[in-house]
């Protein structure tokens, strides 16, 4: 499986064969129900619909993430919004008005937003990781309002950039590392300018790939025309 966050893993399962337009609806709708803020028309309480929330959207998640063949490296690849999710709780929660400076109710809230964002990132990687970009443009291009735009070719270009993003940050913080002399200890202002110099880079590399794909995309549907 490939090491990149959002990058297109090559397997022959379930997932993989569901077109990818209709993936992507189900990625926008679950997006919106889980951060929708809605009650049925019932007696719950806002606390049984978020808990009846949590339940279904981990069932739906878990159910993908069989089907998908993701095996654990799913998890190991959103380490990071595990590790943003908990510092986030912790900065929503503090009080220094409450015992252990730690606000229980906002602790709470905190760890909600911090769930939603992770249980919608998990269910995005496992979806564009069974679909490529082709497969997107081409679907786009069969809605009947889209096909004679170029939105299907902006909206898979901007989709792809997900897994170049971090792929070509990987690459400049590497080649950065190798720059630096062994044994050397930088100062803070050199560190700053050392991230401000790696993020140009990135842009740069970034604005470079985003033209090498637009022309692709551009032959590509001159031929098919």
């Given at each position: 499986?490939?090491?990149?966050?959002?990058?297109?893993?090559?397997?022959?399962?379930?997932?993989?064969?569901?077109p990818a337009l209709l993936k992507l609806v189900f990625t926008c709708?679950?997006?919106?129900?889980?951060?929708?803020?809605?009650?049925?028309?019932?007696?719950?309480?806002?606390?049984?619909?978020?808990?009846?929330?949590?339940?279904?959207?981990?069932?739906?998640?878990?159910?993908?993430?069989i089907i998908s063949k993701s095996g654990f490296q799913a998890f190991?690849?959103?380490?990071?919004?595990?590790?943003?999710?908990?510092?986030?709780?912790?900065?929503?929660?503090?009080?220094?008005?409450?015992?252990?400076?730690?606000?229980?109710?906002?602790?709470?809230?905190?760890?909600?937003?911090?769930?939603?964002?992770?249980?919608?990132?998990?269910?995005?990687?496992?979806?564009?990781?069974?679909?490529?970009?082709?497969?997107?443009?081409?679907?786009?291009?069969?809605?009947?309002?889209?096909?004679?735009?170029?939105?299907?070719?902006?909206?898979?270009?901007?989709?792809?950039?997900?897994?170049?993003?971090?792929?070509?940050?990987?690459?400049?913080?590497?080649?950065?590392?190798?720059?630096?002399?062994?044994?050397?200890?930088?100062?803070?202002?050199?560190?700053?300018?050392?991230?401000?110099?790696?993020?140009?880079?990135?842009?740069?590399?970034?604005?470079?790939?985003?033209?090498?794909?637009?022309?692709?995309?551009?032959?590509?549907?001159?031929?098919?025309?």
């Amino acid at each position: 499986m490939s090491k990149t966050l959002f990058s297109y893993n090559n397997k022959k399962t379930i997932l993989h064969k569901i077109p990818a337009l209709l993936k992507l609806v189900f990625t926008c709708v679950f997006c919106f129900f889980v951060f929708g803020n809605f009650l049925p028309n019932s007696s719950f309480s806002a606390e049984k619909v978020q808990s009846i929330k949590i339940l279904i959207s981990s069932c739906f998640a878990i159910v993908l993430w069989i089907i998908s063949k993701s095996g654990f490296q799913a998890f190991i690849k959103l380490k990071l919004v595990l590790i943003l999710g908990l510092a986030f709780t912790i900065f929503k929660g503090f009080s220094l008005k409450s015992p252990y400076f730690m606000d229980i109710q906002l602790a709470k809230e905190g760890l909600l937003y911090s769930y939603n964002f992770f249980i919608t990132t998990f269910v995005a990687l496992l979806l564009f990781e069974t679909t490529t970009m082709l497969e997107i443009q081409n679907d786009l291009q069969k809605i009947p309002l889209l096909n004679k735009t170029y939105l299907p070719m902006v909206l898979a270009i901007t989709i792809s950039f997900f897994p170049e993003i971090f792929s070509t940050w990987e690459e400049v913080h590497l080649a950065a590392k190798a720059r630096k002399k062994p044994n050397t200890k930088l100062s803070l202002k050199q560190k700053v300018k050392n991230l401000i110099t790696q993020f140009s880079s990135l842009l740069s590399v970034m604005l470079q790939k985003a033209e090498i794909k637009r022309k692709a995309l551009l032959s590509r549907q001159k031929a098919i025309s």
